[in-house]
């Protein structure tokens, strides 16, 4: 297991999180300090990311800076557009074997397939920084078998986010597919709000709060996501 930052710029707004409100998007007029990564021009609050897969960062990406990479015109592999959309994998059954053959350690990690090999990679948020491993194809197909949408996950864009703790005090385990970047987002805010050996009450209630936010808000809107390498 090994430790990595996510310290891409702009990514430490991210844990402040949500998806910004319809009054705050009306109301943008470009005066923000956000700009975009790769050509320094103004962005909306609901901006788009790129993943850089060879770095694992991720950058702020403007309107048009989107949707070259989202017609695979540009960067050759460098840069994957990150999709917008979140489904929630009801009657997911990984039972406690399949989640003790994954190797992690805590209840609370995500999983990302590669683009250029068969890998599958694990990773959950700590105090340090987000812990990585390597997981056993052989323990991973269990796992897909667990839900008929596992093995159409994109490669490096889209993850299998998994909440299984109870520090927080209560709800069932929870499975979504989800953009790479929410799974960055709830990094930041695990390491923001972690206190102690055991990470403490306020952080549980901040994770408890960052699933309850994906059930409550609205479906985004995907026409234009690439769900493929560009």
Not at 86 to 108: K, T
Not at 199 to 226: I, K, L, Y
Request: charged letters at 20%; one cysteine or more.
């Amino acid at each position: 297991m090994t430790t990595s930052t996510f310290a891409a710029r702009g990514l430490r707004r991210l844990a402040q999180g949500g998806t910004p409100s319809r009054a705050r998007l009306t109301a943008w007029d470009g005066a923000d300090d956000e700009r975009c990564d790769l050509c320094a021009e103004p962005i909306p609050p609901d901006h788009r990311h790129l993943l850089d897969p060879g770095a694992g960062t991720v950058s702020c990406a403007c309107p048009a800076c989107s949707l070259l990479f989202d017609h695979g015109q540009a960067g050759g592999a460098r840069y994957l557009l990150l999709p917008t959309a979140r489904r929630r994998l009801e009657g997911c059954g990984i039972d406690d074997m399949a989640w003790a053959g994954l190797g992690v350690p805590v209840d609370l990690a995500f999983f990302t397939r590669s683009a250029t090999s068969p890998q599958v990679n694990a990773a959950y948020p700590s105090p340090l920084g987000l812990m990585r491993s390597v997981v056993d194809l052989a323990d991973w197909s269990r796992v897909e078998a667990a839900h008929p949408a596992l093995p159409a996950m994109a490669p490096e864009v889209e993850a299998l986010l998994v909440h299984r703790a109870r520090g927080g005090g209560s709800q069932e385990p929870q499975y979504w597919l989800v953009p790479l970047d929410d799974c960055y987002r709830l990094a930041a805010l695990v390491r923001a709000h972690w206190k102690g050996l055991g990470g403490g009450p306020e952080v549980w209630r901040q994770v408890d709060g960052f699933f309850r936010a994906f059930s409550t808000s609205p479906s985004p809107d995907t026409e234009e996501a690439s769900w493929a390498s560009p």
